[in-house]
């Protein structure tokens, strides 16, 4: 089974960046659709960004645009998530996860159809 790690977390001020990133345990990790995803106390998981197989086409929810960006590439296995002028209602674990049917994820930017979910890192936006 694909194991997903997500790292790059941790406490940074309101509009500080922090850069995540998520590495997956085989090669395969590339021919999917890759999402990220984050969960608030009490609060579902919510879909952040999600881009292609191919690097495409992106996602973004609406309180992120323009302040995140998804990007694959830098390594092999790997999807960051690139954070800027972060928020305290960013404040969340943050979690990665590929779409388990292929390339695009066609159903949405959404928790359904992701899966090999990782452990989460904390991004905690505060002071």
């Known amino acids: 089974q694909l194991q997903l790690v997500e790292s790059g977390g941790g406490l940074v001020r309101p509009g500080g960046s922090l850069r995540l990133s998520c590495a997956a345990s085989e090669v395969t990790f590339d021919h999917y659709a890759v999402g990220w995803f984050r969960q608030a106390p009490g609060q579902e998981r919510e879909g952040v960004a999600c881009?292609?197989?191919?690097?495409?086409?992106?996602y973004y929810t609406d309180s992120v645009k323009g302040r995140f960006t998804i990007s694959r590439g830098h390594a092999k296995n790997a999807v960051d998530l690139q954070m800027n002028s972060l928020k305290p209602e960013d404040t969340a674990k943050y979690y990665c996860a590929r779409f388990l049917t292929g390339g695009y994820y066609y159903t949405g930017c959404t928790p359904d159809g992701f899966g090999d979910w990782g452990q989460g890192t904390q991004v905690t936006v505060s002071g």
């Open positions: 881009i292609s197989s191919d690097g495409r086409s992106e």
